[in-house]
């Protein structure tokens, strides 16, 4: 994970941006990397709550380049969320943080996902995030 980029205080909260330099993707059906280039735009309401936007491409094991787009909320109290911005490990079941990715495809394989409805729990540990995502039937 790369160092945030503070945009700054806007009207809407402080902006900061964290650009994502890659990672792995695990699962029954779904193996790849995350490849460089993306980033997790963030707006931080409060001490306790924010709204992040991440977009990122990840490419399967097959070969194939999804396009994800990560809209998640997660909140806290102060003094958690003021340890994950420095860095320091929070137990997941302290931090409410959900998510609901949407997918781009551009082949036949996966197109299953841009009609599919993916939920997730992610959590943010010292040097990465790991979310956890499921389809909704």
Same mark, same amino acid.
């Given at each position: 994970?790369?160092?945030?980029?503070?945009?700054?205080?806007?009207?809407?909260?402080?902006?900061?941006?964290?650009?994502?330099?890659?990672?792995?993707?695990?699962?029954?059906?779904?193996?790849? *990397? !995350?490849?460089?280039?993306? $980033?997790?735009?963030?707006?931080?309401?409060?001490? &306790?709550? /924010?709204? +992040?936007?991440?977009?990122?491409?990840?490419?399967?094991?097959?070969?194939?380049?999804?396009?994800?787009?990560?809209?998640?909320?997660?909140?806290?109290?102060?003094?958690?969320?003021?340890?994950?911005?420095?860095?320091?490990?929070?137990?997941?079941? *302290? !931090?409410?943080?959900?998510? $609901?990715?949407?997918?781009?495809?551009?082949?036949? &394989?996966? /197109?299953? +996902?841009?009609?599919?409805?993916?939920?997730?729990?992610?959590?943010?540990?010292?040097?990465?995030?790991?979310?956890?995502?499921?389809?909704?039937?």
């Amino acid at each position: 994970m790369a160092e945030p980029v503070e945009v700054g205080r806007t009207h809407r909260g402080l902006r900061r941006v964290i650009p994502i330099t890659g990672g792995t993707v695990t699962g029954p059906g779904l193996n790849g *990397r !995350i490849l460089p280039g993306g $980033a997790d735009f963030q707006l931080i309401h409060s001490d &306790t709550a /924010s709204d +992040l936007d991440a977009r990122y491409v990840i490419e399967t094991d097959d070969g194939d380049r999804l396009y994800v787009m990560n809209a998640a909320y997660r909140t806290g109290s102060a003094e958690d969320i003021s340890a994950l911005a420095r860095g320091e490990r929070v137990p997941a079941e *302290r !931090i409410y943080f959900r998510c $609901a990715p949407r997918f781009e495809v551009a082949g036949e &394989t996966w /197109s299953w +996902l841009e009609s599919t409805v993916v939920i997730g729990s992610g959590r943010r540990e010292p040097s990465q995030v790991i979310i956890d995502l499921w389809t909704v039937c």
